[in-house]
């Protein structure tokens, strides 16, 4: 049975996603936008002094503002932290470091922000919003995290994991929103698009 039923709130608005991200390209298409892709190249060290929120929202404003070209309508862009304690756990440099990470991770709790940033560049409107879930990862023996690590899928991920692949199986809980913690919150982001249609 055929449906004409769409999440998608822009009709026949263009969205240019400022983003490398896989994952938020394939939560975009599992809504039915098929965005252009322009990847943001910034320098993503925090400011001194500057609290987690302040730097995830900034990231994602940044990203936006970086790609825009005259042609474009609307661009999306979002920044996903770890975060542990005040600290900000950002991707692993190389495999050791993932696992120190991963070490800290196991058995505790932490925080996932999220920050959305929608820019319509003609009118200069911008909407942000950031989205934060708590995340329990279970407790890990050694050898389970050396052989994640060594699965290669921490190494470009914040906080050493990705919820979306083999990252999965180590997460116990989530309060909040899980497409959020994958780098999209789709919920909140079809309702700041609605904004601009």
Not at 66 to 81: F, K
Request: hydrophobic content about 40%; charged content about 20%.
């Amino acid at each position: 049975m055929s449906s004409n039923f769409s999440l998608n709130p822009l009709q026949q608005r263009r969205l240019c996603l400022a983003s490398a991200s896989p994952r938020r390209l394939a939560l975009l298409r599992q809504v039915g936008i098929e965005p252009e892709v322009r990847p943001a190249q910034l320098d993503e060290s925090p400011l001194p002094a500057e609290s987690v929120h302040d730097y995830v929202q900034r990231m994602a404003i940044s990203k936006a503002q970086a790609v825009v070209q005259p042609q474009d309508d609307l661009i999306l862009a979002a920044d996903t932290i770890v975060v542990l304690h005040e600290q900000l756990l950002g991707k692993p440099d190389h495999p050791q470091q993932a696992i120190q990470m991963l070490q800290q991770l196991a058995g505790q709790e932490h925080l996932v922000l999220t920050a959305i940033a929608i820019l319509h560049p003609d009118s200069q409107r911008l909407r942000t919003q950031t989205v934060a879930s708590r995340v329990w990862i279970k407790p890990m023996t050694l050898p389970e995290m050396i052989a994640y690590v060594q699965s290669g899928e921490p190494l470009d991920k914040a906080g050493s994991y990705g919820i979306q692949g083999l990252g999965a199986a180590l997460v116990a809980r989530i309060d909040g929103s899980c497409s959020g913690v994958a780098g999209l919150p789709l919920c909140e982001t079809l309702n700041l698009l609605r904004e601009f249609t």
